[in-house]
């Protein structure tokens, strides 16, 4: 995420091994945030997971639990990635995941000018209400039991790599499926995810009446018994390698 700074040696680092991950590296986080005045005596500051911002005002309030939930794409809860400043932007603590550890780097001599304005609340509360609305869109309920061994139609989020919409195709889409969508592509029940063109993405949402969106989504078809279609169901699991 670009949070380590080049040649700056971390003010503390906490182990990945070490018991309780994410506590400890709260607590380090916070502990350093005090001393070199990145929290001011309010328990204000600002935050983002990536140097380019948005840098988003915060305040802490209670236990901090930051450590367990900004975390690298797909990595588990402690390995942090995340950067937090002080209001004036004179002092940054920047947290982030290396190959045996966790570093937490304090840098003060390569922030020069003040950080850009904190974004318009209003203007992020609608883009997340918005990301909401889309994210019910494209993830409707959870497939209804019983469920039977078949084909379904798998959308995975190109950012995000999640699974993003699942769903099954009836048996009398699926017998005309390979020669009138597919034409000489047979992919076997046991055989990969196969990735649907956007036009046959979209030939089949029309058929299946689902909405389809190929600039955010890669779409593809996978014959699955009904134990993998239920737990994928339930967990939204993330494409194995699908979009890379």
Aim: a negative charge.
């Amino acid at each position: 995420m670009g949070i380590t700074i080049g040649g700056t040696e971390p003010a503390a680092k906490v182990p990945l091994v070490e018991p309780a991950l994410s506590a400890r590296v709260d607590t380090t986080w916070l502990r350093l945030a005090r001393e070199h005045h990145v929290v001011d005596a309010e328990g204000r500051f600002l935050i983002t997971t990536t140097m380019e911002g948005p840098w988003v005002p915060v305040r802490i309030r209670g236990e901090v639990h930051m450590a367990e939930y900004l975390v690298g794409h797909n990595a588990r809860p402690g390995h942090a990635e995340f950067v937090t400043m002080a209001l004036d932007g004179s002092v940054m603590c920047g947290v982030t995941t290396e190959e045996y550890d966790v570093w937490l780097v304090v840098d003060r001599e390569r922030i020069k000018t003040p950080p850009p304005p904190p974004p318009d609340m209003e203007a992020f509360r609608a883009a997340t209400r918005r990301k909401q609305e889309l994210e019910k869109l494209y993830a409707p309920e959870r497939l209804e039991q019983p469920l039977d061994d078949g084909w379904v139609l798998l959308a995975f989020h190109r950012h995000t790599k999640n699974l993003r919409r699942l769903h099954e195709i009836p048996d009398e889409v699926s017998r005309s499926l390979f020669p009138g969508l597919l034409g000489d592509n047979h992919p076997g029940t046991d055989a990969p995810p196969y990735r649907l063109a956007e036009s046959q993405a979209w030939e089949l949402g029309e058929r299946l009446g689902v909405p389809v969106d190929t600039r955010s989504f890669g779409y593809f078809l996978e014959f699955q018994p009904a134990e993998v279609k239920g737990r994928q169901s339930k967990v939204r699991a993330i494409a194995p390698g699908l979009l890379s």
